[in-house]
């Protein structure tokens, strides 16, 4: 198999040409139902997987091939992104078995062992896809390494591991099981899954910064005032999350994985090649510059939440976290964090950078916004209005967004005269939408990733290295938990009023749209 060495895209939309045999640890949770299978369906019916694949479920459950084909037949049409006919969905099927067995019970891999001794049957490569809980991925990458299922780098046949996160719980355990999978596996096997990098909106943001020469010479500390980083969610713990969520929290469930990928690719130097290893490694490097902003202690840069009771806007009421499924009634878990960091390098000393992310939120919103600095000399007012009342104001500074979802796009608002015998301006938005523009639907983040996989480009995945400087961010919140209070929120609303303090002394605050 050849990779694409240029890696960070060119690989997709070729068909994978190497058989494989895909093994889906976990095969019979919400991931498997909703994301994994009805992304490999939709490669399939875009002729993207290889000629020759198996798709096995591996499970507890008691199923069998016929009753799992059922299942995930069914899944394909609730979830697949494009329309699934059954004669298609019935062809894609027959490529899937199912394998019941035990992830801590080693006859489950002597049993997969004679199963796949045939490589005519089940394709010698394999992708082993881990949809388990942390506490068993060295149980079964170990029990695979042991039984011979995963073939070292540079033999005949790849095998490959993809790792869903949480990637350790603190930068101690991040890197105790960064050790343990490089016990049994090489780096290059490895592909920890960020399902944030395989967003088509997120991916444009080294394109839009790095093919484009007119932004790039203003994405710094002379021309930049602050950068903020958002993702709101409406939801609460749905779908009986609260067991899982109720032991990370806001922190380690969004900014140690997706909120910092997304401030490396809008802060990081340009790489000498779109490699995954010169993306990866400018990441680090500006994950390493990285740090809290803290004055005096860690509440100078942290803010945490958690929702209490409220209503929805149907009037009907909506439960507090406390009173949500699987969840702790003495809970201390934040639903909602803010924080303020620094980036010590030459481009953005000075420049303060917002995170913030919660649930029950006012809107589903994930957006980057750059905001520049106002204009040296004001030589204009501001005209601002809503409905018919306008106002005059100081300029408005120019602001870049990044919206990663949803009316996914980049704007960029700017002030103009407004039409009229006085000489005041407005702001207004220039804008690029997706939908605006190709009028189609977007893939998913998981087909664009696991078709990477299959192809071997670890562009899109995060390097273990990668994942310690994500953890040595936040880790001193986590040295310094205690101090931290935990402030109530009401739903609906955008999160904490106590998170505006991390503008103090700046003129501006949190975008909330
Ligand atoms: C997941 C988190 O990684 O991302 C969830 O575990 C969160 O808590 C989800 O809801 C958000 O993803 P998206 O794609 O809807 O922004």
Redesign the pocket.
């Given at each position: 198999m050849t990779v694409d060495k240029k890696g960070a895209g060119n690989a997709v939309e070729i068909r994978v040409k190497d058989p494989v045999t895909i093994v889906i640890f976990g095969a019979s949770g919400d991931l498997t139902h909703r994301k994994l299978i009805p992304a490999l369906y939709t490669a399939y019916t875009q002729n993207l997987l290889p000629e020759n694949f198996t798709i096995f479920g591996f499970a507890r459950r008691d199923y069998d091939d016929e009753i799992f084909r059922g299942i995930m037949a069914d899944a394909i049409k609730e979830f697949s992104r494009l329309p699934a006919a059954e004669e298609t969905v019935m062809r894609f099927v027959a490529h899937i078995r199912y394998h019941k067995g035990d992830i801590s019970n080693p006859n489950t891999y002597a049993e997969l062992t004679e199963k796949f001794k045939n490589g005519e049957v089940y394709p010698a490569n394999r992708l082993y896809y881990l949809s388990i809980i942390p506490s068993l991925f060295e149980t079964a990458v170990s029990s695979l390494k042991q039984s011979g299922l995963i073939a070292p780098p540079g033999s005949s046949h790849w095998t490959r591991v993809v790792i869903e996160?949480p990637f350790g719980k603190d930068l101690a355990s991040a890197k105790a099981l960064n050790a343990t999978l490089l016990r049994h596996l090489d780096e290059s096997q490895i592909y920890r899954i960020d399902?944030?990098l395989g967003k088509e909106t997120v991916q444009n943001i080294l394109s839009f910064r790095f093919a484009n020469a007119i932004f790039e010479p203003v994405f710094n500390r002379s021309y930049v005032d602050h950068i903020q980083i958002t993702?709101s969610?409406t939801?609460g713990m749905e779908s009986g999350?609260g067991g899982y969520?109720d032991e990370y929290g806001a922190i380690r469930?969004?900014v140690t994985?997706?909120l910092l990928e997304l401030l490396c690719l809008v802060t990081m130097e340009p790489p000498g090649d779109l490699s995954a290893e010169a993306i990866r490694n400018e990441k680090v490097k500006v994950l390493n510059a990285a740090k809290l902003d803290i004055h005096k202690d860690i509440s100078d840069a942290v803010v945490r939440g958690q929702y209490g009771r409220g209503v929805a806007p149907d009037g009907n009421p909506i439960k507090g976290y406390l009173e949500e499924d699987r969840i702790d009634p003495n809970s201390n878990t934040e639903t909602f964090t803010a924080m303020r960091l620094k980036i010590d390098n030459w481009r953005w000393a000075g420049v303060p950078i917002f995170l913030r992310t919660g649930k029950r939120m006012a809107k589903k919103a994930?957006e980057i916004s750059v905001q520049f600095k106002v204009p040296p000399l004001q030589l204009f007012q501001q005209v601002e209005c809503e409905e018919d009342v306008c106002d005059i104001t100081r300029i408005k500074p120019n602001t870049l967004i990044f919206r990663i979802?949803p009316d996914e796009g980049i704007f960029l608002k700017i002030s103009t005269k407004r039409p009229g015998m006085r000489f005041v301006v407005e702001d207004v938005k220039m804008d690029f939408s997706y939908s605006g523009t190709w009028k189609k639907s977007l893939p998913e983040?998981y087909e664009r990733l696991l078709l990477d996989t299959l192809h071997g480009d670890s562009t899109l995945f995060t390097r273990s290295d990668e994942v310690e400087a994500e953890w040595r961010v936040v880790q001193p919140m986590f040295d310094h938990f205690d101090e931290l209070k935990l402030f109530p929120y009401k739903p609906n609303e955008w999160g904490l009023v106590e998170a505006d303090r991390l503008f103090h002394k700046m003129e501006s605050s949190w975008r909330n749209q």
């Open positions: 996160k399902h944030y993702a969610e939801v999350r969520y469930d969004m994985n997706h994930t979802q983040a």
